[in-house]
């Protein structure tokens, strides 16, 4: 009498639990998409480059300590260096906003 009686109720019970699941899955399948990537500034570069412009490039704040722009520096430059595949323009730029950002200036802007 209580084999069936047990039986009965594990089966229930897991009906009801793949129920759950099912509505817990489609649930989670039916949220929006949540981007996880930082987004991109948009736009060019500007004639003149800016501390604002220069901080964009390198992902630091404009009043960043030197370590954190020669790490960012090095970073980007590993992405986009010449040798690499990178662009000779990128190049400089990323070389510009480094050297604005850290007080030196080579007589004004890019070559390009």
């Given at each position: 009498?209580?084999?069936p009686?047990?039986t009965?109720?594990s ?6 639990s ?7 899955w ?11 990537a930082?987004r991109?500034?948009?736009g ?6 800016t501390?604002?412009e ?6 630091v704040?404009?009043?960043a300590?030197?370590?954190?722009i020669?790490e960012?520096?090095?970073?980007v430059?590993?992405a986009?260096?010449p040798?690499?595949g990178g662009s000779?323009?990128?190049?400089s730029k990323?070389?510009e ?5 850290t ?8 070559v390009?």
């Amino acid at each position: 009498m209580a084999t069936p009686l047990i039986t009965g109720l594990s089966v229930a019970a897991a009906a009801m639990s793949g129920r759950y699941l099912i509505r817990a899955w489609q649930a989670f399948k039916a949220r929006p998409a949540v981007p996880r990537a930082r987004r991109f500034y948009p736009g060019g570069f500007e004639r003149e480059m800016t501390r604002r412009e220069a901080a964009l490039i390198l992902g630091v704040r404009e009043h960043a300590a030197l370590e954190k722009i020669k790490e960012a520096h090095r970073r980007v430059m590993v992405a986009n260096h010449p040798d690499s595949g990178g662009s000779h323009y990128l190049a400089s730029k990323i070389n510009e906003a480094k050297d604005m950002l850290t007080g030196r200036q080579k007589g004004g802007s890019s070559v390009f």
